[in-house]
């Protein structure tokens, strides 16, 4: 794996990923309180309730070398979201995606398709990965169907892996894709993003 810190500029047609910035802080705030999204306590949009300790922990792990967050644009260049890669690992060539929302005008378009083909694309590529993992909230059954369809391949379920803020202990279900398995999984994502079509 190459710098693990600095964080590149990706485009598609549908959306951006950049770096993430304090600047993005309301934005971000916006998009999660849309809807009542953040109320959903086994999604990490509900972190945004302190949308302060969340930029101080995406920086902090950033400055550390472990995490490379990203804000995600929309084609009028507004965030829609954010993901980012985590738990990087240089030695075993390995790293996460996650810390994953969106805004509910954006869902069920091309835009989580497209981040994740460009997301591991960078993994698989510039970052020379052998291994990218994806885990999520067992709760998170649309979660799981979505990382499902790109896919990833189910590892398993780390049981009691986490207690969360309103103090429910967590299961949580890992998937993984293989650098060899990365060619059927892109020639997977560039199907799924073209039934999206061309963005208007």
Request: charged share 25%.
């Amino acid at each position: 794996m190459t710098d693990r810190t600095a964080a590149p500029t990706l485009s598609g047609r549908h959306m951006t990923l950049r770096p993430l910035s304090p600047a993005d802080r309301d934005a971000l705030v916006d998009v999660a309180s849309t809807g009542g999204l953040w109320d959903l306590s086994y999604a990490s949009v509900s972190q945004m309730k302190d949308p302060d300790a969340f930029f101080v922990r995406a920086f902090r792990e950033r400055d550390a070398g472990r995490t490379m967050p990203f804000a995600v644009l929309d084609r009028a260049d507004s965030v829609c979201g954010t993901t980012r890669f985590l738990r990087m690992n240089a030695q075993h060539r390995r790293v996460e995606i996650g810390g994953t929302f969106y805004a509910t005008r954006v869902q069920r378009t091309g835009v989580n398709t497209e981040a994740k083909l460009l997301l591991l694309t960078h993994a698989f590529g510039a970052l020379r990965c052998q291994c990218v993992q994806i885990r999520t909230d067992a709760l998170n059954l649309r979660s799981q169907a979505a990382i499902e369809r790109l896919g990833a391949k189910r590892d398993g379920v780390l049981r009691g892996h986490q207690v969360m803020p309103d103090g429910r202990v967590r299961d949580s279900v890992v998937y993984s894709i293989l650098d060899r398995e990365w060619p059927a999984v892109r020639q997977n994502l560039q199907s799924l993003l073209a039934r999206h079509g061309d963005p208007a």
